[in-house]
């Protein structure tokens, strides 16, 4: 599988598809300050009565999932400023055996853009761009880009590809002009306004804009805005070679085993995914980012929440959330806001078969009363497959959402693999379930069917990682 396909997206409950050809209002530009005194702080008191019961119960679901091999990392719940859960899970190193706390510090994947649409926010208060600004503006250069607007990229309906320009397993630092010059060449999948397609790209060209208006780097500028006066000091832009404390590796696993990922360059990512934090940092953000006057106006809080900014908007169970996820190698991330009972739920995870769809979904129903199952281990056995019969799905298939890079699946003897990013650049082996479904290892619900069109031909690969986030392909060739 592709390095793109990691940086994906990840959405809770259901995907918010924007409106094709919306447009955005401009918004007054406040002054405000540019770094308020405002540091939030994450107060841990004792818990009595129902908050302690719900407490309990949040804690062993944690080790029951933990136990059943499918979690480490952090976890954080709460209801208004009252802290349910706060604590660690499983192990951050486990070459040196080190236990993962509320400290340890992780790459929080696409929670990045969260921060960069809120840095173009604090931007326009302080009179230094507006939303409507012709994105030529920033980066003359992008003769390609000269329909596309600011809000365009926020959104994600510049028509600006995914990836391509880059692949973050490739070592080399690039800076931001090489990036974004590699960006600017690639053609638009649509014209501006006009379509959607989510855009990592996107929102790495929304961090040189934020260089460009600010006269700061993109580093500087979040922190001196944003991090700093929330206190948010494990907070900062990540690379993989920097050492520093508290900070976690990356895993996977096969057949039970764990396997850390080797080095990527997260740091090539600027405003799409680069940002490394800690839950109780994220825990800051979420309370001054709800609290409109904290961090930023009103007026800005709302244009993003509305809008789509670097942040969604979407209704689970008859219950409005704002949230947004990641994905890097070997990590996860999820921050999830209930607006109407002010719950805050969020998770940083150093495993990257955490069941993204269903974590949220099940401690939402404890915070919440509802019913929910303990998780349990699982172990999948294959089903045989002779060589004969797995021929029709080898192939190369394309993302819908993004044809600029195809996976592949083939044989080697009697077995099947697809191409993979996966730890040291190797093929991947799929195990057949039954009934056009394979697996890649037995101890996770991540599902790969393939599909076939009215004549029974294999035409599309449709892949559920993750217990709940779903991408699919069609077969090219």
Known sequence: MSAKYFLLIIFVGIAVILAAGCTQPAIEKQKVPETPGVTMTVPVTPLNGSDAVVSRKLDNYMIALTDAGRFSGLVLVARGNTVLLSKGYGIANYEFSVPNTPETVLPIGSNTKQFTAAAIMKLQEQGKLNVTDMVTRYIPNATKWKDIRIYHLLNHTAGVQSDGAFSITDPTDLTLPETLERITSLNLTFEPGSGYTYSNNGYIALSYIIEQASGMSYEDYLKKNLFLPLGMNSTGQDNARNVFPNRASGYTTMDGNHIRYDLQNIHNSWGAGSIHST???????????????????????????????????????????????????????????????????????????????????????????????????????????????????????????????????????????????????????????????????????????????????????????????????????
């Open 279 to 477: 839950t109780e940092d994220m825990f800051r953000w979420v309370r001054a980012f709800h609290t409109p006057g904290t961090i930023l106006s009103p007026e800005s809080t709302a244009a993003m929440v509305d809008n789509h900014y670097g942040i969604e908007r979407g209704i689970v169970k008859n219950r409005t959330y704002n949230g947004h996820g990641g994905r890097n190698f070997g990590f996860t991330s999820y921050t999830l806001y209930y607006p109407e009972t002010d719950v805050s739920i969020m998770f940083l995870s150093n495993h990257d078969r955490t069941p993204m769809g269903t974590l949220p979904n099940e401690l939402s129903a404890i915070v919440f009363g509802e019913p929910y199952s303990l998780p349990q281990k699982i172990d999948r056995k294959p089903v045989p497959l002779t060589a004969g019969t797995f021929a029709e799905y080898i192939g190369t298939y394309a993302p819908v959402w993004e044809k600029s890079w195809t996976i592949t699946v083939y044989a080697d003897g009697n077995r099947l693999f697809y191409d993979s990013v996966m730890p040291g650049d190797r093929k991947v082996e799929l195990f057949y379930g039954g009934n056009d479904t394979f697996f890649v290892t037995p101890e996770s619900n991540d599902t790969f069917i393939f599909t076939r069109n009215s004549s029974g031909k294999v035409d599309r690969l449709k892949m559920y990682t993750m217990e709940g986030v779903f991408d699919e392909s069609e077969k090219v060739s």
